[in-house]
């Protein structure tokens, strides 16, 4: 297995942010990677860095104004009298209004959907990195590795081709993912991080090129609540290849693999030339923000019914937050996958 990661996220620290009316650490820590990357080492992998691909394929995914704005936005901030510490909005546009302001507070409002993806210093440099660490992984596997794992940070499942969220800026996988398409006629993506992959299945909503699978907690009391119900399944050419399997709170591993099952056969009937995983661990049943219940064993449990595909896999990181247990996770999917074959 080939193991790709950047250090540019370190420019990337969100400030602090109220929850209960305390200020907390953002649950989004520069932490998470070195304890991911600690386990790879740990494991006998070597780690590459990313290789720089530009802006061409995330501008194949991406809108060109969200991409300015993100480019743009802290600069402009700096501007403000008084700036606050991070870009973030204070107003967003809802159901009822479609128009784009050109000051960089509404714009804030019109591209980032969630309080929950500050925009710092080393945000833009960051996201890039990001998307090259997952470019990089998706190119390891095009080159004939069986699987290769990008240790992306930030994240990228809940931003949609003009949207940032939920810690989420630009959407590796989904970047990763068109770019294999321009190789291979079909890709599936199976998302395991415990919030539904919101961002990645508008991208691919209308598409039957990339399947898209997601196991999550119920947004109809989890967060991103807006989508990820069972009855979304595509749109035109795309109907029917968008699965969601949403969980109940406090599921634990007996009946998560049993949902993954059908999520597995559904990608086994698509029969895809490649498979892409949105790899979160804030499943885990000790995740500080989590819903479900997954032990460390059922992570190795979950990497070795994925792997039973036997496909080229694509592993890209997603959320957990338990920064203690986030290696011993990592370490038990890998594990299971048949340590990264
Ligand atoms: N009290 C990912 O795992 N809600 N994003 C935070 C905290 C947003 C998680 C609420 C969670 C987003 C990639
Ligand atoms: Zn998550």
């Known amino acids: 297995m080939r193991a790709f990661y950047s250090d540019a996220h370190l420019g990337h ?7 209960r009316g305390k200020a907390i650490p953002h649950w ?5 990677a070195d304890a991911l990357v600690q386990a790879l080492r740990d494991g006998g992998h070597g780690i590459e860095p990313p290789e720089s691909f530009g802006l061409a394929p995330v501008a194949a995914v991406h809108d060109p104004g969200y991409l300015e704005f993100l480019e743009t936005a802290w600069q402009r901030w700096q501007e403000l009298p008084n700036p606050p510490p991070a870009v973030q909005p204070n107003a967003h546009p809802g159901r009822h209004m479609t128009g784009r302001p050109t000051d ?8 980032v959907t969630t309080n929950s993806a500050p925009i710092v210093a080393g945000t833009w440099a960051a996201i890039l990195a990001s998307a090259d660490t997952a470019l990089s992984a998706a190119r390891a596997v095009l080159d004939g ?8 940070r930030p994240p990228g499942h809940h931003a949609f081709g003009d949207t940032a969220g939920g810690f989420c800026y630009l959407n590796n996988v989904a970047i990763a993912a068109q770019d294999m398409l321009q190789e291979l006629a079909r890709v599936a993506i199976l998302d395991i991080d415990v919030h539904h992959g919101n961002g990645t299945q508008g991208i691919f909503y209308r598409r039957r090129d990339c399947l898209f699978v997601s196991l999550h907690g119920d947004p109809a009391e989890y967060f991103p609540f807006f989508a990820g119900y069972a009855h979304e399944c595509g749109e035109g050419e795309g109907l029917g290849y968008n699965l969601n399997l949403p969980q109940a709170q406090g599921t634990g591993d007996e009946d998560y693999l ?3 099952d059908d999520g597995l ?8 030339d490649a498979l892409l995983v949105s790899l979160g661990f804030d499943a885990y049943e000790g995740d500080p923000i989590g819903f479900l219940s997954i032990s460390t064993e059922g992570f190795g449990r979950i990497g070795e019914a994925i792997a039973r595909l036997g496909l080229p896999t694509v592993l890209v990181q997603e959320g957990g937050y338990n920064v203690e247990a986030l290696g011993a996770n990592l370490s038990s999917f890998l ?5 990264g074959r």
């Open 28 to 32: 989004e820590v520069a932490r998470r």
């Open 13 to 19: 620290q969100p400030p602090e942010i109220i929850s």
């Open 145 to 152: 590795e069986d699987v290769a794992y990008a240790c992306c």
């Open 258 to 260: 049993s949902a993954l």
């Open 265 to 272: 056969a559904a990608i086994r009937r698509y029969a895809p």
């Open 335 to 339: 594990t299971g996958f048949g340590n």
């Open 104 to 111: 960089v507070l509404g714009q804030a409002g019109y591209y």
